[in-house]
T-cell receptor
Framework: SQQGEEDPQALSIQEGENATMNCSYKTSINNLQWYRQNSGRGLVHLILIRSNEREKHSGRLRVTLDTSKKSSSLLITASRAADTASYFCATKSDNTDKLIFGTGTRLQVFP | KAGVTQTPRYLIKTRGQQVTLSCSPISGHRSVSWYQQTPGQGLQFLFEYFSETQRNKGNFPGRFSGRQFSNSRSEMNVSTLELGDSALYLC????????????FGPGTRLTVL
């Protein structure tokens, strides 16, 4: 399967804590993106990091990319109950425009 | 600007039937991609259309087909439905083919009995 792996599969934390999700992928990439999905709904694009970047920030989100290990992490700081959702990484390689999604992490933030 | 819309939102069919799902992209977006999401297989790419032409195709049987109209609206069709086709079908649009950011619709939940 081309699909990337994410861990943990599920994560439960209290409001105010930080949440870290990891993504590993198999092929060389052009960029890696993170998406969020609220229960059974469409996905929302959060952030994109290019293969020549190592870290990127957007609000409370911090993404890192290690192309030598073919892995990325998404950190959500000071989490809120509204952050409860599934988070997916998706990769795009140089030779195809297809987005390959990871297996997702289900995040539950308790108030 | 209105988002991506998908119709119908929910659909129940029986094995052997066929189904057509519709997707209207964001105004001005010319690329439409389709994905299938199931608990077992996760999110899988079906196909992408741009300017009424299929640009990319995932690893799905020929029972899955699609098309795009001149106004960029897209339809996907699944013939001879199987139980395993039960899934959330998501459509995503982007301004141009291969754009990095895709905008997703709410999905069509298909249940095959």
């Amino acid at each position: 399967s081309q699909q990337g792996e994410e861990d943990p599969q599920a994560l439960s934390i209290q409001e105010g804590e930080n949440a870290t999700m990891n993504c590993s992928y198999k092929t060389s990439i052009n960029n890696l993106q993170w998406y969020r999905q609220n229960s059974g709904r469409g996905l929302v694009h959060l952030i994109l990091i290019r293969s020549n970047e190592r870290e990127k920030h957007s609000g409370r989100l911090r993404v890192t990319l290690d192309t030598s290990k073919k892995s990325s992490s998404l950190l959500i700081t000071a989490s809120r109950a509204a952050d409860t959702a599934s988070y997916f990484c998706a990769t795009k390689s140089d030779n195809t425009d297809k987005l390959i999604f990871g297996t997702g992490t289900r995040l539950q933030v308790f108030p | 600007k209105a988002g991506v819309t998908q119709t119908p939102r929910y659909l129940i069919k029986t094995r052997g039937q066929q189904v057509t799902l519709s997707c209207s992209p964001i105004s001005g977006h010319r690329s439409v991609s389709w994905y299938q999401q199931t608990p077992g297989q996760g999110l899988q790419f079906l196909f992408e259309y741009f300017s009424e032409t299929q640009r990319n195709k995932g690893n799905f049987p020929g029972r899955f087909s699609g098309r795009q109209f001149s106004n960029s609206r897209s339809e996907m069709n699944v013939s001879t439905l199987e139980l395993g086709d039960s899934a959330l079908y998501l459509c995503a649009s982007s301004r141009l083919a291969g754009d990095n950011e895709q905008f997703f619709g709410p999905g069509t939940r298909l249940t095959v009995l």
